[in-house]
């Protein structure tokens, strides 16, 4: 299997980005992240945002002073993101987990690395893959934060049912240590209906 080729976890997203646009757009970061923001850095640091999206995520942590590296496989998000979120703090680039060719090519370190609804795209074998290259790409006392979701899959998707417990112990496994393990709701209504929740997680490094 190429690992660099673009994923089947993105399935669906393009076909449907004129519609998921405004949705990621309608929820602002504070909120979206409430859970995790007294764990982000104040100072300028290096930020990696892998599926960025429409770079909601990006443009927060761009107008707090951070660098970021925002990744998106889906061609359709990135023109989005660049167009509604300009920032010469943020840059774009096309790579994908569990892979993370590009990535780990420029030999960087980052001090948040952040994964977004992206993890549950994953498989087995891909999340197995996956978890020692987002550690090779923390700087020390860095920070990986997760959110997973659960709940129906959307049709046309391709997502798992991926439990805090099992992500915890895989990232265990790695010489991660959870300083965060939470549930919350849905803020979108079309989830709330469809009761989704989510398991907000945040790591690092043990010692």
């Not at 892998?50 to 925002?70: C, R």
């Not at 129906?152 to 300083?179: C, D, N, W, Y």
Request: proline share 6%.
């Amino acid at each position: 299997m190429n690992r660099n080729s673009h994923s089947s976890g993105t399935q669906g997203y393009a076909e449907h980005a004129e519609v998921l646009i405004p949705q990621y757009e309608s929820i602002p970061f504070t909120k979206r992240h409430e859970v995790v923001l007294h764990l982000l850095p104040t100072g300028p640091s290096r930020i990696l945002d892998i599926g960025a999206g429409t770079g909601v995520d990006a443009a927060w942590f761009a107008e707090q002073g951070h660098s970021v590296l925002a990744v998106e496989p889906t061609a359709e998000f990135r023109t989005a993101a660049m167009r509604l979120h300009p920032s010469p703090l943020i840059e774009w680039l096309d790579d994908v987990l569990p892979g993370l060719d590009k990535v780990l090519a420029r030999g960087q370190c980052f001090d948040v690395v952040m994964l977004s609804a992206v993890w549950m795209h994953l498989d087995e074998e891909e999340r197995r893959a996956g978890m020692p290259r987002l550690v090779s790409l923390l700087a020390p006392g860095g920070l990986i934060l997760m959110s997973l979701r659960h709940g129906p899959i959307p049709t046309g998707r391709r997502m798992f049912e991926v439990s805090g417990i099992e992500t915890i112990e895989l990232a265990r496994q790695h010489g991660l240590k959870a300083v965060l393990s939470t549930q919350t709701g849905s803020l979108l209504p079309g989830n709330v209906a469809a009761d989704v929740t989510w398991t907000r997680l945040a790591f690092r490094m043990e010692g």
